[in-house]
Nanobody, 124 residues
Framework: QVQLVESGGRLVQAGGSLRLSCAASGRTFSIYGMAWFRQAPGKEREFVAAIGYDWSRRTYYADSVKGRFTISRDNAKNMVYLAMNSLKLEDTAVYYC????????????????WGQGTQVTVSS
């Protein structure tokens, strides 16, 4: 069982930067592929970024955030991060952290554990 708690969401101006954090419980964090998804009002949840399990450091990004967002993890601290730069109005959403045991990638179905989400609001 893995519990995930996101933090770092807030109101930010367009063009600004933000870093989201996700703290994971458990002693086997490194075997979980980790990802960020987001859900904007009235829209379905969508993939944002993912990073591979173990020490692979494979990364995956949605086209809409490629070059602006960076996902990273610190296995020693059981943390995963999402650095977001050049934020746009359309990045406004609730951002969810997710974990998949011995799997990684962009498919939502692969992820077994989810956090409660953190709100990111980008204003003009």
């Amino acid at each position: 069982q893995v519990q995930l708690v996101e933090s770092g969401g807030r109101l930010v101006q367009a063009g600004g930067s933000l870093r989201l954090s996700c703290a994971a419980s458990g002693r086997t964090f490194s075997i979980y592929g980790m990802a960020w998804f987001r859900q904007a009002p009235g829209k379905e949840r969508e993939f944002v970024a993912a990073i591979g399990y173990d020490w692979s450091r494979r990364t995956y990004y949605a086209d809409s955030v490629k070059g602006r967002f960076t996902i990273s993890r610190d296995n020693a601290k059981n943390m995963v991060y999402l650095a977001m730069n050049s934020l746009k109005l359309e990045d406004t959403a609730v951002y969810y952290c997710a974990a998949a045991r011995l799997k990684d990638g962009s498919s939502e179905r692969q992820y077994d554990y989810w956090g409660q989400g953190t709100q990111v609001t980008v204003s003009s």
